[in-house]
């Protein structure tokens, strides 16, 4: 065959279907984020977030390539016997691009800087109605189904211009804007439900009354509380102050509550933020069932008419009409599927539990509930990444054969085997974070609560601290148990990197030791031994994977060359036999201080887990795990309130983080420095009457 023939039948080819082939990507890509948009805010997965970010950043590309394609080809050579006139085809398919621009409304942002991007799609706005504009301009009055285009046309402008007005909503600067305008009548409105000044005794049933809550059935109470700690989690974002009265109400609200409940509450409301942020669903409106009605039936409107014209005469090839058949059918389907997203999503049932007078609404609710919301079903993916240094196996020279062999030789999941052979080797694999775990850190957040009263004035010469409480990561556990001295050049003489890594390693020493001497059943840990090592792996993947997340230090050098260590001596207390040289030995101990660098954590790992195997000489080993986890929690307190909100809303992209839940949690119970006290609120409120 001619290679010049080969060719150029090959550019005939493509000349004949490049517009028809980008367009149908582009649909394509319409749908996998409509799909797939939404459900990072539930999972986890790799994969899930990789094919979200390919195709939001892809979409935008395609479909301006093939405007730009549409632009140049106007008319055509596709005519019949019938209709000889120019093909208009393509002008068309202009606007149905320009719907596609305006993105699905489960995804409007994938990362909180697309939000701060907003001019630049608002300038793309203008550019790309202004090329679809010239598509139907040098086709008008040539062909009447260039009149079908019209109303998708005012569509897309719609859809298009509502995607950018929730980016700049979304946008840091803006955000906070009107959260500064909407925080003084936010606590004013609700200083006029509670007029009594002080919040401790009030009863959970004066509460729901000055709420409004007492009017609303049981099965829709926690979407209202989410909501309303929702309003208080915006203001929280923005960098602002929360009054005594408003944060009290948040603190009355969880106090009774389980661990199970409080951490419901705070996925749900969590949800609510990922919607402000990322998605366009962010309530149920008259503005957005205008928006909504007005994109539905303008695809609707299009379809029935294009189907009209193509029964009456046939102007256009088949395939073409099979390509405009699935673009306008499939936006349609794509609406529909839109729809039924929104009128499920919380938002919907929230406004939906607000008509529960009507027998219907009632009825409604509880069966959509049932079906959707039951605790069976799950909206929020429980689970925390987890990083065992010993287990990362680092080596000096990193070499490639190393990680390759490493993944195959990995005995968790395939899911986790590939992540190491791709290099996200982090994240070792993925542990449930347990009803045991949340009960753990919500007693925890209590206990810290009760140490602190907003209704003083001042803090007491050591009492009443808030700044004090917060900056707490491990001694105040060990005060409770009676040995802070011993333990003290771990924890307060030591920044919380070298700590975390030196706790970390101490807490693997421990486990492996008291398998060794079967105190421990590697099967069946107890309760408190596994939430130690969960807590610990977990924190340890945050300072691997998500060190902006953490307070600054200089973790990653001191990760690496102690993990070049652990992986030289780790056996010494990994290995299920009693080795010839003990890991608590003399011996050893000068041997690993002495091939050891400077920033190395493993001698003093070893020493204090040495210490700590040392307490059950008069201590029971679930105590001496007990003050273990309890130290962990301490330290994924200290974390949580460390970290700006801004990596904590980034972290809702990938499902949510452990440290973000503690995080907002520890925010409502008045763990913050962002919750005024009774008398700063006063002073404020004198400041600007």
Known sequence: ????????????????????????????????????????????????????????LSADWVTTYALGSVSRSQGGSGTNCINPTPNNIPAFWAPILLVHLGGPDTITAYALEDNELWLRHLLQLAIQASTASYSLFKSWGKDPLIYIAIPIFVAGITKYGDRVLVLWLASSKKFRDIQSEEVDTFQSKFGENFQSPTFVDMSEEDLNEGLKFNKIISEALYLHEAHFLFKMFKIFYADLALSHSSHMASYLILRGKDATDAFKVIEVELGFMYDVLFTKVTGVCSTRTILRSISFLSSTSALVAFSLMVANKCAYTETEVIISYILLGGGVVLEIYGVIMLLLSEWAMFRLSLLLKKPWANAVYKAVHKAIYSDNNKRWERYMAQHDLTGAQITKNGALWKMVKNSLACKPTPKVCFLKLIGMYNIQSWEVISDELKKLIWEYLKDKRSRYSHEMPYPDPGMNDLKEILAERGDQALKSMGCLEEFRWAVVEIDFHGSLLLWHIATDICYHDDIRKKKVDAKNPPPYCKMSRSLSNYMLYLLI??????????GEARYKQTGIQLTEFSWCWRSEKITPTDWDSEEFMKEIKKNGSNVSMLHDACKLAKELQSLENNWTNEKKWRMISQIWVEMLTYAASNCGWKEHAQALTRGGELLTRVCLLMAHLGLSEQCLTSASTSSREAQNP
């Open 1 to 56: 065959m001619d290679i010049n023939n080969l060719s150029k039948r090959a550019q005939e080819l493509w000349n004949e279907w490049e517009i028809r082939s980008l367009i149908l990507l582009s649909l394509f890509l319409q749908i996998l984020l409509i799909v797939l948009g939404n459900r990072r805010k539930y999972h986890t997965g790799i994969v899930l977030g990789g094919l979200v970010w390919i195709a939001y």
């Open 545 to 554: 994977e998500r060190p902006n997340m953490l307070p600054k230090g200089i």
